[in-house]
C-alpha cells in the first residue's frame, strides 16, 4: 500500500497532463463534472462513515475515560500528600 503511494507521489507535470489528456479524451467535456460529482459524493460519504464510526468508538469508551482519569486524580493526591510529608 504504502509504495502505491510513493507511486504517484512520484509524478511530474508531463504525467499528470497525460493522465488528464486521457480522461478528458475518455469521458468527454460533459462527463468530467459527473465524475467530479460522484468522486466527491464517495469522499464526502466515506466521511460521514468514519466520522459516526469515531463518534460510536468514543462513547464506548467514555465510561473507561472517566473511571482512567478519576484514578489519575486519586494517584495525584496520594503523591502530592506523600510528597507534603517529607
Request: no cysteine.
Amino acid at each position: 500500500m504504502d509504495s502505491l503511494i510513493f507511486l504517484f507521489l512520484n509524478l511530474g507535470g508531463g504525467e499528470v497532463v497525460l493522465i488528464l489528456l486521457v480522461i478528458l479524451l475518455m469521458f468527454g467535456g460533459k462527463g468530467i463534472p459527473n465524475i467530479a460529482r460522484a468522486l466527491g459524493k464517495g469522499i464526502r460519504e466515506f466521511k460521514d462513515a468514519t466520522d459516526g464510526i469515531q463518534k460510536d468508538v468514543m462513547k464506548s469508551t467514555g465510561g473507561i475515560t472517566n473511571t482512567i482519569q478519576e484514578h489519575i486524580q486519586e494517584v495525584k493526591k496520594e503523591v502530592d500528600t506523600l510528597s507534603d510529608n517529607k
